[in-house]
């Protein structure tokens, strides 16, 4: 949700930020439009409701040959001011509907255009040559007893997938290591509830755009999560936090569901895109100012995270209309895939700015005691993709994966072998 205040101060900047999106800037006018209609409605309402009032208390001082007229203006009075009150109240759910479907202001310096247009900032490591033909990750985790996509199917359908033996252990061990790393930088571990209210997920922006890759139970019109950012963000919905406790840094562990919808025939081999899957996401309360600072802090730690793992990645500024509805700015951090030979997406860092905190009402108070809508930031920490990375930059010719070094200690052992069938 974008704040009304500032559009009508800087409507510039929220149709440079359209444009930049790809999307269309006339509805900034639209948005001053229903805003300045809604505004005089309410004043004109507020203006008869006072008048009704005046004569009201009139009647009672009034003459016998002044009451009847009196009486008369009262009626017509309480006529128009119920029909003032409707208006008002019809514009400013018309002014709430379209604000609903404005996305957040872009931060400058984002680059324009859409899902190729991104920025690669950075590049870390050097993707390894292999002296033999390497295997795909699939191929792997079958050898290693470690991944079984048949019986997935057979269970749930496409997309699904049982982690067996190693590739149980090896996603715990994973997950362990990011929450102890996460655990270590202050951050407080939260296990959070998977399925959520309407009003959470709205609140989060992922009923826009991308409500067709929600999971929804209609019997008990509750939605299946695809991160534990939404149920995190709705954790103080409502609430006014001290400024003093800000920022409040969170670490979820929880399962994330995506129906993937549109995506059929992209990735459907292995476990890159897949239906249900666990993630370790990092979650922030903060104060608008510090907002941007903290965002560089949490690509540091998904940077230590990938660094630990030993992986070759590319740090990516993601364009403006990739970002999705809440967020401001989005950093990526892709890791080599060598069978693929590209960079794929293991972690995202979004900075949302007011927008989610808008949405769901969470303030704090300032140092003169005045409440203002808190930031909220979100990045990937560790999630169940990583085993892909994992297991074909560090494969060996007979099948075989070595563990990384800092991996190790929560894996009990240094060498994934391959199982006899």
Known sequence: MIDLRALREDPERLRASQRARGEDPSVADRLLELDS?????????????????SVGKSVSKASPAERETLLARAKGLAAEVKAAEAEADRLAAELDRVVATVPNLVEE???????????????????????????????????????????????????????????????????????????????????????????TMEGTGFLGAHADEVYRLPADDLYLVGTSEVPLAGYHAGEILPADALPNRYIGWSPCFRREAGSYGKDTRGIIRVHQ??????????????????????????????????????????????????????????????????YRELTSTSNCTEFQARRLNVRFRDGDGKSRFAATLNGTLATTRWIVAILENHQQEDGSVVVPEALRPFLGRDVLEPVRK
Request: net charge negative; with cysteine.
């Open 277 to 342: 899957f666990n993630k370790v996401e990092m979650f922030v309360y903060t104060h608008p100012d510090h907002a941007h600072e903290e965002h560089k802090r949490l690509l540091a730690w998904e940077r230590e995270m990938l660094d630990k793992l030993e992986l070759p990645y590319r740090v990516v500024d993601i364009a403006a209309g990739d970002l999705g509805t809440s967020a401001a700015r989005k950093y990526d951090c892709e890791a080599w895939v060598p069978t693929q030979e590209t």
């Open 37 to 53: 209609e809604r505004r005089s409605s309410l004043t004109r309402f507020e203006t008869l409701r006072a008048e009704q009032k």
């Open 109 to 199: 310096g984002a680059p324009e255009g859409g899902v190729d247009d991104f920025k690669v900032l950075e590049t870390v490591g050097t993707p390894r040559t292999f002296d033999f033909t390497p295997r795909d990750h699939l191929e792997l985790g079958e050898k290693l007893g470690a991944i079984d996509m048949e019986r997935g199917a057979k269970v749930s359908g496409a997309r699904f997938y049982f982690l067996t033996g190693v590739g149980a252990q090896l996603e715990l061990a994973l997950l362990n290591m990011a929450m102890n790393q996460a655990v270590a930088a202050g951050f407080t571990p939260m296990i959070p509830p998977v399925l959520v209210k309407p009003e």
